[in-house]
């Protein structure tokens, strides 16, 4: 068994811009897990840099209101929606709330730096 408490993971700006904790990432520590797992934190109206992964990904939202754009799509994204991401897909999120808008991001296989793109605007 593997506890991590989120408090404990540290936080960093991610390549989006958004504040990221990295919970688990099977190539950062011993873990079998074809996944990995970390919870994002976008401020109050501010939105994230297009960006683009090679693998599929999976948000799920905690906290906050959000616009999410995927490709030429966007829909309002709320708490315990679970969005699915299609690899290769270019995506950015926007808090459009009061509050912080955080979500998990899993991806599958996990996260390498080399499997994200990063859109500087």
């Known amino acids: 068994m593997k506890i991590k408490r989120l ?9 989006d811009n958004s504040l990221l904790r990295e919970i688990l990432n099977p190539h950062k520590e011993r873990l079998e ?6 919870c994002a ?3 109050p109206g501010k939105m994230t840099l297009k960006h683009r992964l090679k693998y599929s990904e999976v948000y799920f939202i905690l906290k906050g209101k959000g616009i ?12 315990s929606d679970t969005v699915y991401i299609p690899p290769g897909s270019i995506q950015r999120i926007k808090n459009i709330g009061k509050k ?3 979500f998990l991001c899993i991806v599958e296989p996990a996260w390498v730096l080399e499997c994200e793109e990063v859109f500087k605007e």
């Open 41 to 43: 934190k976008v401020k």
């Open 7 to 15: 408090k404990d993971c540290k936080q960093f700006i991610a390549g």
């Open 100 to 102: 912080d808008l955080e």
């Open 68 to 79: 999410l754009y995927i490709d030429k799509e966007k829909k309002i994204v709320n708490p």
């Open 33 to 38: 897990l074809n996944y990995s797992l970390a």
